[in-house]
């Protein structure tokens, strides 16, 4: 299980994600595996837009707790953002890329962490497969 320093913006994060209707959101535990991030937060939007938002809103909440990106790296028109905080990182995809790039199967091995176990409805993410 993560670290209760990171537990707490990971949660924050997924509420955040969840609230503005993203699908498909997966938090993968790499704290065994790598020493770059102890999480990933992966989540599909529906458009460029809503990647937009998605983002704003995550940033939104986070800054009102303390914490800031280390490192923002593409835009919504690209159909995938990337935001470090450094024990954790957060992806924001289209469909379409996210297919493309497979984080998801890249870190099959990786244990998934229970999104209710951190405090958020995951029935949130059942309006899309």
């Known amino acids: 299980m993560l670290a209760p320093e990171v537990l707490e913006p990971v949660r924050l994060t ?3 994600l969840l609230d503005k209707k993203a699908f498909q959101v997966v938090c993968i535990e790499l704290s065994e595996l790598t ?10 939007a529906a458009s460029d837009r809503q990647i937009g938002a998605l983002v704003d809103e995550v940033q939104r909440r986070l800054r009102a707790g ?4 280390l490192h923002c790296e593409g835009e919504g028109s690209t159909g995938w953002v990337l935001l ?3 024990d954790f990182i957060v992806h ?3 469909e379409e890329r996210r297919s493309y790039y497979a984080l998801d199967s890249l870190w099959g ?7 209710e176990a951190l405090g958020v409805d995951p029935r949130d993410t059942a309006g899309r497969a």
């Open 14 to 16: 997924v509420a955040a």
């Open 35 to 44: 020493s770059f991030a102890d999480s990933f937060v992966l989540c599909s």
């Open 66 to 69: 303390g914490w800031r990106p």
């Open 84 to 86: 470090d905080y450094g």
């Open 92 to 94: 924001v995809f289209t």
């Open 109 to 115: 091995d990786a244990p998934r962490l229970d999104l």
